[in-house]
């Protein structure tokens, strides 16, 4: 097998900055997202749920929560549309439905995370879980969330595919 790179595969440090990329974009997305579609006033009806010291901006604790989870996802979701999207190109359908699917799932993921400063992580994703289904700002938030973040993981992608095809 031959030493060295492949053509166009990327390593794990590509994918490590990509993962701290998408949790800082991810994070900035989420706080504009939280005010455009009102999740403020959902949280705060929701106060038992939160910290009374966390209540003044629930929109930067929401998008902290889901910033890991969402970094490693949507890292992973990068590393496979460069895989996949080397032979057939980029599959920009896949890349937002897949984006949906992963800022849905980071809702429990996020709520387990919180779970464990309590002592209860299974309490956490529950109430994760719950918010996500009962909560409609929330849902609309992280739906929108999810294909922005899927497309803009299928553009950096598709950069990356054209840029080593172009070297190579």
């Not at 504009?32 to 009374?52: S, T």
């Not at 849905?104 to 995370?113: H, K, Y």
């Not at 779970?115 to 994760?128: E, Q, R, S, T, Y």
Request: aromatic fraction near 10%; include cysteine; charge should be positive.
């Amino acid at each position: 097998m031959a030493r060295g790179r492949r053509y166009g595969r990327p390593d794990s440090g590509d994918l490590f900055l990509v993962m701290i990329l998408n949790a800082l974009v991810g994070c900035g997305l989420l706080v504009i997202l939280c005010h455009a579609f009102a999740v403020r006033a959902a949280v705060l009806h929701m106060h038992g749920v939160a910290h009374e010291a966390l209540l003044a901006r629930p929109e930067l604790l929401f998008a902290a929560a889901l910033a890991p989870g969402a970094g490693i996802a949507f890292g992973c979701l990068w590393y496979w549309l460069v895989i996949t999207g080397r032979q057939r190109g980029v599959p920009w359908g896949a890349a937002a439905l897949y984006g949906v699917g992963i800022a849905c799932a980071d809702m429990p993921f996020a709520g387990m995370l919180w779970g464990l400063l309590d002592g209860n992580p299974f309490k956490g994703a529950l109430i994760g879980l719950l918010v996500l289904l009962l909560v409609a700002e929330v849902r609309a938030a992280l739906i929108a969330f999810g294909l922005a973040m899927g497309l803009l993981n299928g553009g950096i992608a598709h950069r990356w595919i054209d840029y080593y095809r172009s070297r190579g």
